[in-house]
């Protein structure tokens, strides 16, 4: 089974600062199947990025993606007050398809 | 627009069975595998299981096989989880979700609860 760790647990910034995610693997994720999801209160995950580096649909173009093999990086280039949540990495290159434990981005 | 609905969560006691829904509208939903995920509380996304749009391929997490089946009726846009011999440790949301052939899960319903009471 991929492990997937998230640095750092948690990210205080303000609004209109720059965040950058990682999501680091345990082995390689084949074909780069890496998605990145936000997950607000009482909510359901959405889905951001996938295939490491693609949008999806919807998304603004201030969220991107970055990586290949066991190291990738989400990253939100200005923040807006909407982005605070927790963002999940997840791997589906190997099964079972798994999760990290998440970074939460809050307002510092 | 595509949502997903789940029901069917509740109460169970520690060895019990339930059946999880999903409710599919604004897609073609025998084109598409389909996915549970959980979340336990505090915990990460657990992926549990997906099947085919023709109900050809499945895969099941090693934590649920054996007691959880996964099934859909093209004919009524749903899916469907039978969750058997449950454990405290299913206490979770249950999510289901649509799934592209790569393995990224898009949208989601808003979640199900089921509580396995120790």
């Known amino acids: 089974e991929i492990v997937l760790t998230q640095s750092p647990g948690t990210l205080s910034l303000s609004p209109g600062e720059r965040a950058t995610l990682s999501c680091r693997a345990s082995?390689?994720?084949?074909?780069?199947?890496l998605a990145w999801y936000q997950q607000k209160p009482d909510q359901a995950p959405r889905l951001l990025i996938y295939?490491?580096?693609s949008r999806a649909t919807g998304i603004p173009d201030r969220f991107s993606g970055s990586g290949s093999g066991t190291d990738f990086t989400l990253t939100i280039s200005r923040l807006e007050p909407e982005d605070f949540a927790v963002y999940y990495c997840?791997?589906?290159?190997?099964?079972?398809?798994?999760f990290g434990p998440g970074t939460k981005v809050d307002i510092k | 627009q595509v949502q997903l609905v789940e029901s069917g969560g509740g109460l169970v006691k520690p060895g019990g069975s339930l059946r999880l829904s999903c409710a599919a509208s604004?897609?073609?939903?025998?084109?598409?595998?389909m996915t549970w995920i959980r979340q336990a509380p505090g915990k990460r996304l657990e992926w549990i299981s997906y099947?085919?749009?023709?109900?050809?391929?499945?895969n099941y997490a090693d934590s649920v096989k054996g007691r959880f089946t996964i099934s859909r009726d093209n004919a009524k846009n749903s899916l469907y989880l039978q969750l058997n011999s449950l454990r405290v440790e299913d206490t979770a949301v249950y999510y289901c979700?649509?799934?592209?052939?790569?393995?990224?899960?898009?949208?989601w319903g808003q979640g199900t609860l089921v509580t396995v009471p120790s």
């Open positions: 979700a649509r799934m592209a052939e790569s393995g990224w899960f898009d949208p």
């Open positions: 604004g897609f073609t939903f025998s084109d598409y595998y």
């Open positions: 099947l085919s749009g023709s109900s050809t391929s499945t």
């Open positions: 082995q390689s994720v084949s074909g780069n199947y």
């Open positions: 295939g490491a580096s």
């Open positions: 997840q791997q589906s290159g190997t099964s079972p398809f798994t």
